[in-house]
């Protein structure tokens, strides 16, 4: 029988506020043990030799350690404190602060970070490759889990993102001319947000948030490009023709019902039919025409 243990559950840490003090109060005593100690100088002469070294020593011992526990945090910026390896909280509160010498202290910004990730190649959700990149803004929220639960948490930043987009890159298609579905290229906004809403959920293990994020480079792969521009060509054409075409048939309508409704001119079928032709030729054609004058009859 094969031997099913049961692997060990990752433990999540979790942020809480650390027992420290502030660095001031303890400036003053360290200024009362320097008077300590250059009183205890003074009486080298007048007292037994045991009596002024003790107060020297034990002053100067005294200093180094309250010496040793101090510790600064500007503005943004957080200390986990370790006792041996074990957590014991974080310390927010910025300016001179002071612990135990025998606590540890692992400093972490809470800025705002921006990155722009490296160019990748995707595909898309209709199997055609593209070139992605994103920036994105991040900060710490939870200093336990960046520093406790992943190894390198902004390391860990860089990998999620480039994972995240290809995530979105493939769930989406580039472009969709018959305008029905959510594109890459045409719903920034809406494809930013679960960009967001995807990173937000990657980054949660790491005590990680995005404030903000979207593309920065979104292209057609080289491979594809020219192809993809000759058919957006063709598409715009052929969009541009449909609605000239359109345009034609409703002026070339608007025209035989005046002639017809304020008796102008009686035609037939057959100079209907070349007077329809004419004037298509004329509000369709690519290049100025030439206006013929007729001075004859109508029917020579």
């Known amino acids: 029988m094969t031997d099913q243990r049961a692997a060990p559950a990752l433990r999540n840490s979790s942020e809480h506020a650390a027992s420290t003090m502030s ?14 100690i250059a009183y205890s100088i003074t009486y080298i002469d007048r007292a037994p030799d045991w009596v002024p070294a003790m107060g020297i020593g034990g002053g100067a011992l005294l200093f180094l350690f309250v010496l040793s526990g101090f510790y600064l945090l500007q503005p943004n910026q957080a200390a986990a404190l370790l006792l041996f390896g074990d957590y014991r909280g974080t310390d927010r509160t ?62 860990f930043v860089t990998v999620q993102i480039e994972a995240a987009v290809r995530a979105i890159g493939s769930r989406y298609p580039y472009d ?30 790491a005590g990680i948030t995005v404030d903000e994020c979207g593309f920065t480079h979104l292209a057609y792969a080289p491979e594809i490009a020219g192809a993809m521009l000759r058919r957006q060509q063709a598409q715009a054409v052929v969009a541009a023709r449909q609605t000239l075409v359109e345009g034609a048939v409703g002026m070339v309508e608007m025209a035989l019902d005046q002639l017809s409704a304020k008796h102008v001119v009686e035609l037939d079928d057959e100079r209907r039919a070349a007077m329809v032709s004419n004037l298509m030729v004329v509000l369709c054609g690519e290049r100025d025409t030439q206006p013929i004058v007729n001075a004859g009859s109508l029917y020579q």
């Open 23 to 36: 660095g001031y109060g303890m400036l003053l005593a360290l200024l009362f043990l320097i008077i300590g």
């Open 94 to 155: 910025t300016g001179l602060r002071w612990t135990w010498p025998w606590i540890s202290k692992k400093k972490i910004s809470l800025r705002a970070n921006n990155i722009i990730s490296e160019r990748i190649k995707v595909n898309d959700l209709r199997g055609n490759p593209i070139e992605m990149a994103a920036q994105v803004v991040w900060r710490v929220t939870d200093s336990a889990q960046a520093l406790f639960d992943v190894d390198d948490y902004r390391a």
């Open 176 to 205: 969709d001319f018959s305008h029905q579905e959510v594109t890459l290229r045409g719903n920034h906004e809406q494809v930013g947000i679960q960009l967001r809403q995807e990173l937000i959920a990657r980054l949660l293990v």
